[in-house]
């Protein structure tokens, strides 16, 4: 994902801004892995492959049943 998507998305519980964390980037600057944290709930969305799963916890798991 682009950096700049950080000023569209935001926490799917509260709407409240997501803090970044990169793990790893690509020589594009894009992110491929990484974290969003919620500033305000503290929930965690991880970045995989370049996709932001930003899923709530209990739909998450529900996907992987
Ligand atoms: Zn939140």
Do not use: F, Q, S
């Not at 935001?10 to 709407?15: A, E, I, M, N, V």
Request: hydrophobic share 35%.
């Amino acid at each position: 994902m682009k950096e700049d998507l950080m000023d569209i998305i935001c926490c799917p519980l509260d709407k409240h801004d997501l803090e970044l964390e990169v793990i790893r980037r690509d020589e594009d600057d894009e992110i491929l892995e990484g974290r969003l944290v919620c500033t305000e709930c503290g929930e965690e969305y991880p970045i995989e492959d370049g996709i932001p799963n930003l899923l709530p916890p209990d739909m998450r798991d529900e996907a992987a049943a």
